[in-house]
């Protein structure tokens, strides 16, 4: 224990911080997260696929998530959504190139947030005290994560007073604290005003067809109306929450056909297809459904492309052959930063095995 906490404090007096006032409440987290065994220089978030991403708290927080989102400036920055178990269940980003920087510091659904495995964390910390949390970048116990500012607030059921998750706000880049505080702040109120309002019939209905037809697919799709967007996780290679305007005045155009159609994004041109939802006779959104022009070479390139420099030379290695361990001595990194990458890259490309990693690196090889 003293030695992490010691290894601590010297990196924050080495750092161009050491005269700024650490609070009592990252102190003692600093002191429990030693107490636990954890080394701040070997710490990567654990991370489960299984999400209960169809609960009420995200059909509550998607909209504001969603404005908010869209309202940022142009900053590397993810807004966040857990459960009660500090799982991270979804995601709202600018852009697709902010979204593959963010899963390289487990800000991405799937990822855990808990103290005892991670160390000092605003998620953590906003959870346990039921509250809001602001834990600045080298306030973070782990190595991993001291270039990012991050600000957390408890969402509380207004049923029954338990904490039913938490927002958060994770940036990479230089940020205003007080500022990203009071928009955490407002998609707190404006989630437990829509649990306790329960929305509404129009609001239920685009969130009920978005889960059936996830349920359906294992394809990228998304739902969207004049206020909320949902993806699924294939999606997010596609849109991002500043896309909800020009997905939704696309689909609005779309709705006299089916067939699919060119839908121009920031990424590029997309083909999409989409259909409406009614509530009665009342149309309430649409489900978008993205595909493609070349199943093949071309989106495996561009699914290719958004892996990190350390996560292809990793793929490269397990292709050919090595273990684990033996990439990991080869990169001179812990076969469990070998695992967290392989974790990301299997994510990325919408796979589950190591045979399906070798045979898309060779579908996307270029022939002579």
């Given at each position: 224990?003293?030695?992490?906490?010691?290894?601590?404090?010297?990196?924050?007096?080495?750092?161009?911080?050491?005269?700024?006032?650490?609070?009592?409440?990252?102190?003692?987290?600093?002191?429990?997260?030693?107490?636990?065994?954890?080394?701040?220089?070997?710490?990567?978030?654990?991370?489960?696929?299984?999400?209960?991403?169809?609960?009420?708290?995200?059909?509550?927080?998607?909209?504001?998530?969603?404005?908010?989102?869209?309202?940022?400036?142009?900053?590397?920055?993810?807004?966040?959504?857990?459960?009660?178990?500090?799982?991270?269940?979804?995601?709202?980003?600018?852009?697709?190139?902010?979204?593959?920087?963010?899963?390289?510091?487990?800000?991405?659904?799937?990822?855990?947030?808990?103290?005892?495995?991670?160390?000092?964390?605003?998620?953590?910390?906003?959870?346990?005290?039921?509250?809001?949390?602001?834990?600045?970048?080298?306030?973070?116990?782990?190595?991993?994560?001291?270039?990012?500012?991050?600000?957390?607030?408890?969402?509380?059921?207004?049923?029954?007073?338990?904490?039913?998750?938490?927002?958060?706000?994770?940036?990479?880049?230089?940020?205003?604290?007080?500022?990203?505080?009071?928009?955490?702040?407002?998609?707190?109120?404006?989630?437990?005003?829509?649990?306790?309002?329960?929305?509404?019939?129009?609001?239920?209905?685009?969130?009920?067809?978005?889960?059936?037809?996830?349920?359906?697919?294992?394809?990228?799709?998304?739902?969207?109306?004049?206020?909320?967007?949902?993806?699924?996780?294939?999606?997010?290679?596609?849109?991002?929450?500043?896309?909800?305007?020009?997905?939704?005045?696309?689909?609005?155009?779309?709705?006299?056909?089916?067939?699919?159609?060119?839908?121009?994004?920031?990424?590029?041109?997309?083909?999409?297809?989409?259909?409406?939802?009614?509530?009665?006779?009342?149309?309430?959104?649409?489900?978008?459904?993205?595909?493609?022009?070349?199943?093949?070479?071309?989106?495996?390139?561009?699914?290719?492309?958004?892996?990190?420099?350390?996560?292809?030379?990793?793929?490269?290695?397990?292709?050919?052959?090595?273990?684990?361990?033996?990439?990991?001595?080869?990169?001179?990194?812990?076969?469990?930063?070998?695992d967290y990458h392989l974790r990301h890259i299997f994510r990325k490309l919408d796979i589950d095995s190591r045979i399906q990693l070798a045979r898309a690196l060779d579908e996307a090889?270029?022939?002579?």
């Amino acid at each position: 224990m003293a030695g992490a906490l010691e290894y601590v404090f010297a990196r924050v007096e080495n750092s161009p911080f050491h005269n700024e006032t650490v609070s009592s409440a990252v102190l003692a987290s600093w002191h429990r997260s030693a107490a636990a065994g954890l080394e701040p220089d070997q710490i990567h978030a654990p991370f489960d696929a299984n999400v209960d991403d169809d609960s009420k708290l995200q059909w509550a927080a998607a909209p504001a998530m969603t404005a908010v989102s869209a309202e940022l400036p142009d900053i590397r920055c993810a807004l966040l959504l857990t459960d009660r178990r500090v799982h991270v269940i979804q995601r709202w980003t600018r852009t697709a190139r902010t979204a593959s920087q963010m899963d390289a510091v487990g800000a991405a659904p799937g990822f855990f947030c808990d103290e005892a495995v991670v160390g000092t964390n605003s998620i953590g910390m906003a959870a346990s005290t039921r509250g809001a949390a602001l834990v600045r970048g080298f306030e973070h116990y782990a190595d991993a994560f001291t270039h990012i500012t991050c600000a957390s607030r408890a969402v509380l059921d207004p049923f029954t007073g338990q904490v039913a998750g938490v927002v958060n706000m994770t940036v990479a880049d230089p940020a205003h604290w007080e500022l990203m505080g009071a928009l955490v702040g407002r998609i707190v109120h404006e989630t437990q005003q829509r649990l306790l309002d329960e929305g509404g019939s129009r609001a239920s209905a685009l969130y009920e067809s978005f889960l059936q037809a996830r349920r359906r697919t294992r394809g990228p799709i998304a739902a969207v109306d004049g206020s909320a967007l949902y993806i699924n996780t294939a999606g997010s290679q596609y849109v991002a929450s500043t896309d909800r305007e020009t997905l939704w005045a696309w689909a609005q155009q779309r709705f006299a056909s089916r067939d699919t159609a060119v839908l121009q994004l920031p990424i590029g041109p997309t083909m999409a297809s989409c259909e409406a939802i009614h509530d009665g006779s009342e149309l309430v959104g649409a489900i978008v459904r993205f595909s493609p022009p070349d199943q093949g070479r071309p989106a495996l390139q561009t699914a290719l492309a958004r892996l990190t420099d350390s996560e292809r030379g990793v793929a490269d290695l397990v292709v050919a052959g090595f273990t684990n361990r033996e990439t990991a001595a080869k990169l001179f990194i812990s076969p469990h930063t070998v695992d967290y990458h392989l974790r990301h890259i299997f994510r990325k490309l919408d796979i589950d095995s190591r045979i399906q990693l070798a045979r898309a690196l060779d579908e996307a090889t270029p022939r002579d």
